[in-house]
Structure formats: C-alpha cells, structure tokens
C-alpha cells in the first residue's frame, strides 16, 4: 500500500467506521473483519513480522516526509514499503529536494533495506493526474487477477504520472509475466520493476501446503 496523507486520514477515517460498525453489528461485525484481515495476511507471502514490519516503516518515514518537505510545499512524495524495500514516488520542486527526502527517510527511519527513489522533479500533479493514476493501478490489478497462476496478492503495483512500479516476492517467470501485462494496458506509458527474486524452491517453502 502506497501510503501518502491523504491516504493515512481515510485510514483514520476507515478505522472509526470499521469501529462504529462493531459496535452496532456485535460480534458478527467481528468475525467478519478478522476473517478479511485474516485472509489478506495469509495471501501475502511476507511473514506476519514483515507486513507489521513495513507498515510501521511507511508510517514513520511519512511522518518525516510530512515535516521535512511535504507540508513545507516544496513536494508531494509518497511511500512504500515492501520488505524493508522502500519506493519513494511523487514529485519534488527541485533536484535537492528530491535527494533530501531519501536522506530524511534513510537517516530518520530504521530498519530499511534499500530505497528506491523515483521522485521526479516536476509540479504537484493535478487533480486529473491523480485521478488517471489511480484508474491505471486498478486496470493493472485487474490485470493482474485475470492471469492464470500468477498470485496478484504478491505484487503491489504503484502508479505515478502513468509510469506503473511493481514492488513484490515474485519468480523470475512471474516477474516478466507481471510486466508485460502490464506494459499492456492502455494509458501505461511505463512500467518499472522493483521485484526481490526468489526461486520456485523459496516459492514453494514459502506457499507450503497452499496451491499457487
């Protein structure tokens, strides 16, 4: 998940109602929730540690971002997080800034393995930037899900200015599977691969009994 502040106040947002819900809905409204977070968390190939993991890493770092450069308005970066793997994205007024914001995210925020700074340095983009972005993730995912044997659960996919970034635990085949179909789809104007490897073996210690 691409967290940016506009997404972190709809997750407060979404927590007070998946609240309220509960609270009307009893302890059926309980079961249900927990069996979708229960869910999402076992379709994910990282561990438990690693989704917890990378999620405070997404937290912290926008944090930062937010005092260092996003609400000083010198740019609108968002990030993401993937096994320690961080994708900055979005857009900086200046060559400085764009570099100052993988420092503030490298010095400030622990327990990172490598980041991928493809902030570009352009204006703010627009409402109807945004909007297309956000049309071409959910094409992509569909994508994605329609491909026979290939696990869509494990690939996050980012869109910025209709370049596509694609961020996961995949297999070489997967990989180039997922890039493709998604090179494919109309409006991509390119499509960036931020992939950590693994082997059919690690795949298939990873998945256990599960089928792929």
């Known amino acids: 998940m691409t967290v940016t502040a506009a997404s972190a106040g709809r997750r407060?947002?979404?927590?007070?109602l998946v609240?309220?819900?509960?609270?009307?809905a009893g302890c059926f409204g309980l079961a249900v929730t927990g069996a979708a977070v229960g869910t999402m968390a076992v379709l994910d190939r990282r561990s438990l540690g690693a989704q917890t993991e990378d999620q405070a890493?997404?937290?912290?770092?926008?944090?930062?971002?937010?005092?260092?450069?996003?609400?000083?308005?010198?740019?609108?970066?968002?990030?993401?997080?993937?096994?320690?793997?961080?994708l900055l994205s979005g857009q900086a007024d200046t060559a400085q800034t764009r570099q100052r914001a993988e420092e503030v995210v490298r010095s400030r925020v622990p327990n990172i393995a490598d980041i991928y700074n493809e902030v570009e340095v352009v204006g703010p983009a627009d409402f109807l930037t945004r909007t297309k972005d956000t049309s071409?993730?959910?094409?992509?995912?569909?994508?994605?899900?329609?491909?026979?044997?290939?696990?869509?659960?494990?690939?996050?996919?980012v869109t910025e200015r209709s370049t596509v970034y694609l961020m996961g635990l995949v297999t070489h085949e997967e990989g180039q599977r997922a890039s493709i179909i998604s090179s494919q789809?109309?409006?991509?104007?390119?499509?960036?691969?931020?992939?950590?490897?693994?082997?059919?073996?690690?795949?298939?210690?990873?998945?256990?009994?599960?089928?792929?």
């Open 12 to 16: 407060v947002v979404l927590s007070m």
């Open 19 to 24: 609240v309220s819900t509960l609270g009307l």
């Open 57 to 86: 890493i997404e937290l912290r770092a926008l944090r930062e971002l937010n005092q260092e450069i996003n609400n000083a308005g010198t740019g609108s970066i968002s990030i993401t997080a993937f096994n320690r793997r961080v």
């Open 136 to 157: 071409l993730t959910a094409r992509v995912k569909a994508g994605l899900v329609r491909e026979r044997n290939l696990s869509s659960n494990a690939i996050k996919v």
């Open 185 to 212: 789809v109309s409006g991509v104007t390119r499509v960036v691969t931020l992939f950590e490897y693994i082997t059919e073996e690690e795949l298939q210690r990873i998945l256990g009994p599960q089928k792929r």
